[in-house]
T-cell receptor
Framework: AQSVTQLGSHVSVSEGALVLLRCNYS??????LFWYVQYPNQGLQLLLK??????LVKGINGFEAEFKKSETSFHLTKPSAHMSDAAEYFC?????????????FGKGTHLIIQP | DAGVIQSPRHEVTEMGQEVTLRCKPI?????LFWYRQTMMRGLELLIY????????DSGMPEDRFSAKMPNASFSTLKIQPSEPRDSAVYFC???????????FGDGTRLSIL
C-alpha cells in the first residue's frame, strides 16, 4: 500500500525567504508523485508532477521539487516566498504500477507567509 | 476551457435526507474521481471511473454511498440516508487517462444537520 507523509502541518516563512515543504512517500512500485496547492474555498491545482523522467521537476509559480529515491522524498521548494504563496499544499502519490490510479494524499501543509 | 464543474457548491440538509452531488468532467477526459476532504482524515479517494466504468470503489465508506457515471460527461455521488458525519467537502476530479494529472473542481461543501 502506498502512503505519503508531510512533515509539519504548518510552515511559516518570511516574505522573500526560502520555502521548503517536506514530503516522504512509500510505494511498492516506482511512483508517480505530485504536488497540489489549495487556496481557500477552492479545489486543488496541480503545481508539478514527477513521472520518472528528470529527478528535478519544475512547476508553476516558481516551485520545484526533487525526487530522491534513496530518501523516498519529494520535497517542494521555492527560492523566494511571496505573499500570494500562502495556501495549503498537498503531496500525493499514484500507484500506477499496481493498476490503481486514484491519488493518495498527505495530510497537507499550511504555508504561512510573514510580511 | 471549462474546468471540472461541480454542483451544488454548498448543500445543507437534515440527517436522513438523500443528497446528490453532481460532476461534469472536462470534455475528453476518460477518468473521473470522487474525493472527500475532512479535517480529521484529510483527502480520501472514494471511487474512480475509467471510460464510465467504476474501477475502484474500495474507498466508499458505507453502502449509504453510491456513485454512477451514466455517460462521459456526467457523474453523481449519492448519500442515502445522510448522517452528520458525512459533512465534508466533496471533490470531483478528472484526467485525460490513467496516469495523467487530475484536474479538480471547486468542490461541494456538504453540511448534514
Amino acid at each position: 500500500a502506498q502512503s505519503v507523509t508531510q512533515l509539519g502541518s504548518h510552515v511559516s516563512v518570511s516574505e522573500g525567504a526560502l520555502v521548503l515543504l517536506r514530503c516522504n512517500y512509500s510505494s511498492s512500485v516506482p511512483p508517480y508523485l505530485f504536488w497540489y496547492v489549495q487556496y481557500p474555498n477552492q479545489g486543488l491545482q496541480l503545481l508539478l508532477k514527477y513521472t520518472s523522467a528528470a529527478t528535478l521537476v519544475k512547476g508553476i509559480n516558481g516551485f520545484e521539487a526533487e525526487f530522491k529515491k534513496s530518501e523516498t522524498s519529494f520535497h517542494l521548494t521555492k527560492p523566494s516566498a511571496h505573499m500570494s504563496d500562502a495556501a495549503e499544499y498537498f503531496c500525493a502519490v499514484s500507484d500506477l504500477g499496481g493498476g490503481a490510479d486514484g491519488l493518495t494524499f498527505g495530510k497537507g501543509t499550511h504555508l504561512i507567509i510573514q510580511p | 476551457d471549462a474546468g471540472v464543474i461541480q454542483s451544488p457548491r454548498h448543500e445543507v440538509t437534515e440527517m436522513g435526507q438523500e443528497v446528490t452531488l453532481r460532476c461534469k468532467p472536462i470534455s475528453g477526459h476518460n477518468s473521473l474521481f470522487w474525493y472527500r476532504q475532512t479535517m480529521m482524515r484529510g483527502l480520501e479517494l472514494l471511487i474512480y471511473f475509467n471510460n464510465n466504468v467504476p474501477i475502484d470503489d474500495s474507498g466508499m465508506p458505507e453502502d449509504r454511498f453510491s456513485a454512477k457515471m451514466p455517460n462521459a460527461s456526467f457523474s453523481t455521488l449519492k448519500i442515502q440516508p445522510s448522517e452528520p458525519r458525512d459533512s465534508a467537502v466533496y471533490f470531483c476530479a478528472s484526467s485525460l487517462e490513467p496516469g495523467t494529472p487530475q484536474h479538480f473542481g471547486d468542490g461541494t461543501r456538504l453540511s448534514i444537520l
